[in-house]
Nanobody, 122 residues
């Protein structure tokens, strides 16, 4: 059974940092692309960042460029999101996702974690 588990969320003051982790089990994802999305109540889940299966290509939403960094460790079936200079508007539930296509659309990803809450106070 495939399972993706996020960790690292929490409460942080504006300007602070958090590092999210997502570990997968149940199969090998070394050739899968990985992404991070976020969602706030009442809004659609939105793309944050993605990394291709080699780790050589990374994509970011404009609102996180220069502040967030995505990375992966294929040997550990894991993807990470380093979040710096956090803003109150970054408050959301963050989800990791693995898929066969490198994309910004949720429908292109096959496996999802349960989400981890990030709250940034002003």
């Amino acid at each position: 059974q495939v399972q993706l588990v996020e960790s690292g969320g929490g409460l942080v003051q504006a300007g602070g940092s958090l590092r999210l982790s997502c570990a997968a089990s149940g199969r090998t994802f070394s050739t899968y692309h990985m992404g991070w999305f976020r969602q706030v109540p009442g809004k659609e889940r939105e793309f944050v960042a993605a990394i291709n299966w080699t780790g050589g290509s990374k994509y970011y939403a404009d609102f996180v460029k220069g502040r967030f960094t995505i990375s992966r460790d294929s040997g550990r079936n894991s993807v990470y999101l380093q979040m710096n200079s956090l803003k109150p508007e970054d408050t959301a539930v963050y989800y990791c996702a693995f898929g066969g296509a490198l994309a910004t659309m949720t429908g292109k990803y096959d496996y999802w974690g349960q989400g981890t809450q990030v709250t940034v106070s002003s």
